[in-house]
Structures are given as C-alpha cells and as structure tokens.
C-alpha cells in the first residue's frame, strides 16, 4: 500500500509517500503527479521519500521520470538515499563507490 499526500506551498508542490513505492502503487503515483502538474505549475516539485518502506524496479523507473521532470528527492534512510543517489548521478565513464553516513 502507498500513501501520497500532496502539499501545496507557494512555490513548491511536495509529494509526501509512505509505504511501498512498488507494483500497481507506482501507476497510482504517476496519475497522481500527472494530474496535479496539468491543474498547475509549480516552480519546485518535491518528492519526500522519508516514508517510503521499499522501491521496486517500476518504482525507480517512475522516480528517474519525476527527476526528469526537474524532481527533488527527500530521503532520510540509507537505502532511499542509495536508489536517490543512482537515479540521480550523472552517467560517468566508471563505477561509483556509494558512502553513507548518518548525519
């Protein structure tokens, strides 16, 4: 199951997730942001990952679209942080070693 929770600031638009961001949960995701981005837009579109418990392949298919689309991520776990750092690295010639830190 997946939880979105839209909150709409001036300015920004986050998108706050809890739960499993995986199987038929993701095309909820995808119809949730396409609607509000054709409703209006927004100058930041926030992604807030902190509740998110796991991410399967489509999940990060959909994430990379929404980092595509100008999408910033909050994260807080390892894990999360992990799949936001692979989706948003740039394409380099050679394997990254990937640190995390609590801080």
Known sequence: MLRITVHDK??????????RLAGPWVRVLQE???GALTRQR????????T???SIDAAGR???????HRGAEFIAADCLTRAVVGEITRP???GAQE???TDG
């Open 91 to 93: 394409p380099s010639g």
């Open 42 to 49: 927004q100058a930041i579109l926030r992604v807030d990952l």
């Open 32 to 34: 949730c942001w396409q």
């Open 10 to 19: 001036p300015g920004a638009l986050t998108f706050q997730l809890e739960g």
């Open 51 to 53: 509740g998110v418990t």
């Open 61 to 67: 298919a959909c994430l990379a679209a929404l980092h």
């Open 98 to 100: 990937g640190r995390c």
